[in-house]
């Protein structure tokens, strides 16, 4: 799609634009044009902190034979402004009321993990934690206790593949015809296990009968004894870098919603240290 399209979608008003409260990165805005409607993403000012949109680009480009995400109608990575189709039957992990939705995740996940890319940029998990630490200048919390996992997870033996790195429960939509995956932007190549643990930690999934559900379909089989540890070790790193990313983003924006998500990943961080 070209610009005309682009100052279509901008230039739309009155009923034919509603505002959708979803993501945190960015302003999300369904817009309708010619009676069709779309969701137009716009980044906030502090969105360069966070993503890069050409890695996105990159990523999105590898992951287009897959059929994993929306359809994209327009993208430009150097100002973060996309345009996708607006799936309405689309229920997000957490609308989604079906008993198989964890095998269905675990099956998006090893479709993306098994198209074995590279996309030649990393998402470096400790770069990120550090990026956002340094942002951070009043820290609601302090959770520098929980710093030494840095060491033990950098340790880890692995494979890097093209990770999606954010599996929050608004970037994975369930419909009656297929599955999605969405959102790119932290998309980068990475340890698949990070992916896993990304899965467990933001969607709050701790009972181990749960867990295993999605090992089986994802494994084939319980983790064994090495993966099983830095499984461990990824999910303290998981509560680690989104507490102070969310410190990070509270100072920055002010918004409540990033103390609510500091102060859960927080007690996440606790319970995982007192186990």
Known sequence: MNEEFLKRILSASGDDVKPLHKGYTNKNTLVKLDDVWYVLRQPYPDASRIVRFHHEAKAL??????????????FDPATGIKVTLYIESLKTYDECDAVDKIERTAKLMKKLHGLN??????????ARYRQYASHVDHPIYDAKFAENVIEEMLNLESTPTLCHNDWVAGNIGFTDERDYLI?????????????VMSF???????????????????????PDEKTSH??????????????????????????EIYRTIAKDKYDALKRNFNE
């Not at 890319?117 to 400790?126: L, S």
Request: glycine share 4%; net charge negative.
């Open 61 to 74: 480009q590898k992951i287009a034979s897959l059929d994993l995400d929306v359809p994209t109608l327009y």
């Open 183 to 195: 959102d790119y932007e932290y998309a980068g190549d990475n340890d698949p296990l990070f992916d």
């Open 230 to 255: 830095a499984l461990s070790c990824y999910e303290k790193f998981h509560n680690l870098l989104w507490c102070t990313w969310a410190m990070m983003m509270h100072e920055s924006r002010g918004d």
């Open 117 to 126: 890319a590279t996309c030649g940029f990393a998402f470096d998990p400790v």
């Open 200 to 222: 467990l930690t933001e969607n709050q999934i701790e009972d181990e009968t749960s867990r295993d559900i999605f090992y089986r379909e994802y494994f084939g089989n319980v």
